[in-house]
Every structure is written in structure tokens, then in C-alpha cells.
């Protein structure tokens, strides 16, 4: 799957309100499939407060070394034109308004699963990108992204930001 012009796909609704049943957005494969997935030049967001969204399980294992991974993909929360979690909807403050809980998690590799991942970005906004002033925004999202992957996995020029619990948890 190659975007263009970073491509997006949003969750939004209902189905991920629920913080205490956690639902996937886009499901990389299901447990223990073997095979190739590609994805770049991609973008996964979200609109409001979806405390109950994880927005990616990747669950594939490689059929041959590097044929499962994704390259130039971020992960935005919040923050931008359309998520409605600007400044407008969720001002800087101390205490996090519910309204402005966007996500559980960011990105689950599973315990079968393994990959390679260059060029990756999971950022829950602490400013408004798209506010003249650049305005710091109180958006909450439990947790970045959780390698539980037995491997072999490869990072290279990835990074996760802002996320309450963790950024990066390497299970």
C-alpha cells in the first residue's frame, strides 16, 4: 500500500469510545500469518476523542527477511486541521478533559509478528501545527508504540512522542 501526497486513513465514531474495550483501526494481517505487506508514504490519524483506539495492530510475519514493514509512515494525533483536538477544542491546562483523550495506543506489533520500519513517526500533537501562533494543545494518548514482537524486528529512524505511559514499550 503506497499513499500519495500522504495518503490518510482516520478513525472515527463511536466503535472506539469504549477505553476499557480497545478497538483496532487498520489490522495488519491476524495472528501467526506469514507473508509480504509494504506500506509507505502513509499517514494514520484520527478525529476527536476516541479513547478506545488503537490504530494499528500489525500482526504478519515476514515470508523472507524484510518483506513485511513500513517505510515514510506516520502516526498523527491531534493537533492538525479536521482532528478536531486543536486548540480550539483542547487548550493547554493541567487536567486532560475527556473530550481530549484521542487514542489508546498508537501501533502493536504482536508477540508473532516481526518487520522492518524506516523512516517512522508516532506524534500525539502538544502544539497546534496548523494555528498561526503555534499554540501548545492538551491532548492525551495512553500509549505509543508496544513491541511485544519476538523478532526479528528492525527500527531505523523511528521515534514516538508525547504519549502518557510510554513511547516506545520493547515487551
Request: hydrophobic share 40%.
Amino acid at each position: 500500500m503506497t499513499g500519495q501526497v500522504w495518503s490518510q486513513l482516520v478513525a472515527s465514531g463511536s466503535y472506539f469510545a469504549d477505553a476499557q474495550t480497545p478497538q483496532v483501526m487498520l489490522r495488519i494481517g491476524e495472528p501467526n500469518d506469514v507473508g509480504t505487506v509494504e506500506i509507505s508514504d502513509m499517514l494514520f490519524t484520527s478525529v476527536g476523542a476516541l479513547p478506545g483506539l488503537v490504530m494499528v495492530e500489525w500482526n504478519v510475519q515476514a515470508e523472507t527477511q524484510g518483506s513485511v514493514g513500513m517505510w515514510d509512515t506516520h502516526f498523527r494525533v491531534g493537533g492538525a486541521i479536521g482532528t478536531e483536538l486543536q486548540v480550539a477544542q483542547c487548550p493547554p491546562q493541567t487536567n486532560i478533559p475527556t473530550g481530549c483523550i484521542a487514542a489508546d495506543m498508537m501501533l502493536h506489533l504482536t508477540p508473532n509478528s516481526n518487520g522492518y520500519f524506516e523512516n517512522m513517526w508516532a506524534w500525539v500533537a502538544d502544539h497546534d501545527i496548523d494555528d498561526p501562533a503555534n499554540t501548545m494543545v492538551t491532548v492525551a494518548v495512553g500509549r505509543g508504540i508496544l513491541f511485544e514482537s519476538e523478532g526479528p524486528t528492525w527500527l531505523y529512524g523511528t521515534a514516538s512522542e508525547h504519549s502518557m505511559l510510554y513511547q516506545v514499550s520493547l515487551f
